[in-house]
């Protein structure tokens, strides 16, 4: 896992949830949920990646080449 790749997953993610939360309508109940799950997910993704949290069983992260 390199800073780059870390970076650049961490714009497109960014991205892909400000279109998601600007263009299409939904509850805001359900846009704080999507962004705390998407929060959630890439904050473990982070974490496992730098090795400050050990492996969760049953969940697969995939490692940046």
């Known amino acids: 896992m390199t800073l780059v790749g870390i970076v650049v997953v961490l714009v497109v993610v960014g991205l892909i949830l400000w ?11 359900i846009k704080s ?17 730098f090795g400050l949290l050990g492996h969760i069983n049953g969940v697969h992260v995939p490692n940046l080449q």
Do not use: D, R
């Not at 998601?20 to 109940?29: D, E, L, R, W």
């Not at 949920?33 to 496992?48: D, G, M, R, S």
């Open 33 to 49: 949920l999507l962004n705390i799950v998407v929060f959630v997910v890439v904050l473990i993704w982070i974490l496992q990646g």
């Open 19 to 29: 279109l998601i939360n600007t263009y299409i309508p939904m509850a805001g109940a």
